[in-house]
């Protein structure tokens, strides 16, 4: 049975720093795309991040770019979220998400697997 678990939510201070973890297992995850997440409260859930099968290549939203860096381990079946710099509109539930399909990394309905998220608040 697929599963992803996230880790390494918090509450942290404007400026400062969280590296999310997301441990996949019962799938075979050098061989899914990954995702990155985050649903604030009233809003629907929005792409902040997204890597290849392999490190190659990873794409960004406008929101997070240039302060988020998403990253895997395929030997340790494992995904992480740094996230430097960090404002109070980064506050959310963040997921990761599995994708087995090619096209696009924005749309939530082409991942296959997600996790249960875990709470980033960015305070003041």
């Known amino acids: 049975q697929a599963q992803l678990v996230e880790s390494g939510g918090g509450l942290v201070q404007a400026g400062g720093s969280l590296r999310l973890s997301c441990a996949a297992s019962?799938?075979?995850?050098?061989?899914?795309?990954m995702g990155w997440f985050r649903q604030a409260p009233g809003k629907e859930r929005e792409f902040a991040a997204a890597i290849s099968r392999t490190n190659a290549n990873t794409y960004y939203a406008d929101s997070v770019k240039d302060r988020f860096t998403i990253s895997r381990d395929n030997a340790k079946n494992t995904l992480y979220l740094q996230m430097n710099s960090l404002k109070p509109e980064d506050t959310a539930v963040y997921y990761c998400?599995?994708?087995?399909?090619?096209?696009?990394?924005?749309?939530?309905?082409?991942?296959?697997?997600w996790g249960r998220g875990t709470q980033v608040t960015v305070s003041t």
């Open positions: 998400a599995a994708r087995s399909r090619s096209g696009t990394y924005l749309d939530p309905l082409q991942y296959d697997y």
């Open positions: 019962g799938f075979a995850f050098s061989n899914y795309r």
